[in-house]
C-alpha cells in the first residue's frame, strides 16, 4: 500500500510565478488535509478536504491561495502570484476518516521563491 | 484555542541511552487523541506513536513510550536505547476541539541529536 504521494518534491518559483502542489491520499484514504512548516516552526494547518468538497480552509490565506480535491486525480494546493514569504514546505496528509483517525503526511514539497 | 508546547527546542543523548521528551497541551475536550511525529534530516513528518486519552494504559511502540499523564495535561516520549537514526525533530500533535478535530496543532518541536 503505497504511502501519501507529494509532487514536486522541490520547486522553485519566481515571484509572481504560479505554483501547483499535487498530493495523492493514499489508497482508501479519502480525506486531504494540508499544512504548511515556516522555517524553525511546526507544521501549521491550512485546509482540509474531502472529495469535491472544501470542508474547512480556515488556515489558508484568502488571497493567492487555493485547493481543490476532484473526483478523480489528486489534490491540488495552488499559489499564484507566488511572492518571497510563501517559501516553506507544504505537507499533505490523509486519513480514512476524519476526526480521531490518524493523519499519515506525504514526504512535503519544499517551494522556494526567488 | 489548543495549544502544544514543548519546552525542549534541543536535546542530546549518548547512542543506547534513553532519553524523554516533554510536551504539555491545554484543552477542555475529555476524549481525544495525541500523537507524535519525527521529522529526520530527510524532512518526512512520521508518525511515531498516538495515544487515546480514555485509555488508562501509555502507548508503546518497542522502543518509543509515551508517559500520558491525562490530569497534568502532560504527554513525553520515552526512546529506550537510542540509535543513530533516532536524530530527528520530534513534534508532539494534538487535534482541534469539538468539531474541528481534524486540524492537528503542532509544539515547535524538540530536536534530538543521537551521538556516538
Known amino acids: 500500500n503505497a504511502g501519501v504521494m507529494q509532487n514536486p518534491r522541490h520547486l522553485v518559483r519566481r515571484r509572481g510565478q504560479e505554483a501547483r502542489l499535487r498530493c495523492s491520499p493514499m489508497?482508501?484514504?479519502?480525506?486531504v488535509y494540508w499544512y504548511r512548516q515556516l522555517p524553525e516552526e511546526g507544521l501549521k494547518f491550512m485546509v482540509y478536504?474531502?472529495?469535491?468538497?472544501?470542508?474547512?480552509e480556515s488556515g489558508m490565506p484568502k488571497e493567492r491561495f487555493s485547493a481543490e480535491f476532484p473526483k478523480e486525480g489528486p489534490s491540488i494546493l495552488r499559489i499564484q502570484q507566488v511572492v518571497r514569504g510563501d517559501s516553506a514546505a507544504y505537507f499533505c496528509a490523509s486519513s480514512p476518516r476524519t476526526g480521531e483517525e490518524t493523519q499519515y503526511f506525504g514526504p512535503g514539497t519544499r517551494l522556494l521563491v526567488l | 484555542a489548543q495549544t502544544v508546547t514543548q519546552s525542549q527546542p534541543e536535546m542530546s543523548v549518548q547512542e543506547a541511552e534513553t532519553v524523554t521528551l516533554s510536551c504539555t497541551y491545554d484543552t477542555s475536550e475529555n476524549n481525544y487523541y495525541l500523537f507524535w511525529y519525527k521529522q529526520p534530516p530527510s524532512r518526512q513528518m512520521i508518525l511515531v506513536i498516538r495515544?487515546?486519552?480514555?485509555?488508562?494504559q501509555n502507548a508503546t511502540e518497542n522502543r518509543f513510550s509515551v508517559n500520558f499523564q491525562k490530569a497534568a495535561k502532560s504527554f513525553s516520549l520515552k526512546i529506550s536505547d537510542s540509535q543513530l537514526g533516532d536524530t530527528a525533530m520530534y513534534f508532539c500533535?494534538?487535534?482541534?476541539?469539538?468539531?474541528?478535530?481534524?486540524?492537528?496543532?503542532f509544539g515547535k518541536g524538540t530536536l534530538l541529536t543521537v551521538n556516538p
Open positions: 489508497k482508501g484514504h479519502s480525506h
Open positions: 500533535a494534538f487535534p482541534g476541539s469539538g468539531g474541528s478535530n481534524y486540524k492537528l496543532t
Open positions: 478536504l474531502q472529495k469535491e468538497n472544501i470542508i474547512d
Open positions: 495515544q487515546e486519552a480514555y485509555k488508562q
